[in-house]
């Protein structure tokens, strides 16, 4: 256990609804990641929030994608209109801002879409 | 062409082996991690380098900035060491994943 929670860890959607899913970071922590992984495949940077600044996002967060993270302790992921390619890991880790930190990996939320 | 490329893709060794995971990067880069997953999702972080060599336990992992090139050593390879071994750069405030090495350690 890392200190981050994710929250549901599994998620079974149909095609069109939309999801949220939470991540709670380590306490003193002030920055926040969102990541994306598919099968086989290494994850992707989504987006990430210094306190409650979203500071950059990827050209992979389309507009159906949002982030929050209102009082800069936990983080909210909602995708809308879920399209079956949105089925993946999505992975929270978060860190202390300071150069070269080591990020902390929650343990993902799994979202299937039929 | 990825940005961060790992070799082998797939490994298999029997225990007591000695393990090398290669990752070569095209980008800039301010420090190097090697994350270790096990099935089910959960990534730990081994190693962040920024040069030379670090030591942990039976790993090892090197980096030679100059060459964009970093390798994670296991010595004395086991079961329990099985599991996808991630390259990871830091390029400004992100991190740039390869997509990971399988390895299995048979008994």
């Known amino acids: 256990d890392t200190g981050v929670s994710q929250d549901p860890r599994h998620k079974i959607t149909k095609r069109g609804q939309n999801v949220t899913f939470r991540c709670d970071p380590i306490?003193?922590?002030?920055?926040l990641y969102w990541y994306r992984q598919t099968l086989g495949q290494g994850p992707e940077f989504l987006t990430y929030f210094q306190n409650e600044a979203q500071l950059e996002k990827s050209r992979l967060l389309s507009d159906r994608f949002s982030a929050e993270r209102p009082k800069g302790s936990f983080s909210t992921l909602e995708i809308q209109r879920t399209e079956q390619g949105d089925s993946a890991m999505y992975l929270c880790?978060?860190?202390?801002?300071?150069?070269?930190?080591?990020?902390?990996f929650g343990p993902g939320t799994r979202l299937l879409v039929l | 062409k990825n940005e961060v490329e790992q070799s082998p893709q797939n490994l298999t060794a029997q225990e007591g082996e000695f393990i090398t995971i290669n990752c070569s990067y095209s980008v800039g880069i301010s420090a190097l991690h090697w994350l270790q997953q096990h099935p089910g999702g959960g990534i730990v972080s081994l190693f962040m380098l920024s040069s030379g060599k670090k030591k942990h336990g039976r790993l090892i992992a090197t980096i030679n900035i100059q060459e964009k090139h970093s390798s994670l050593h296991i010595t004395a390879s086991h079961p329990r060491d099985s599991a996808v071994y991630i390259c990871a750069v830091r390029n400004t405030d992100k991190l740039i994943f390869g997509t990971g090495t399988r390895l299995q350690v048979f008994p």
């Open positions: 306490s003193e922590h002030n920055r």
């Open positions: 880790a978060s860190s202390l801002e300071r150069n070269q930190e080591t990020q902390y």
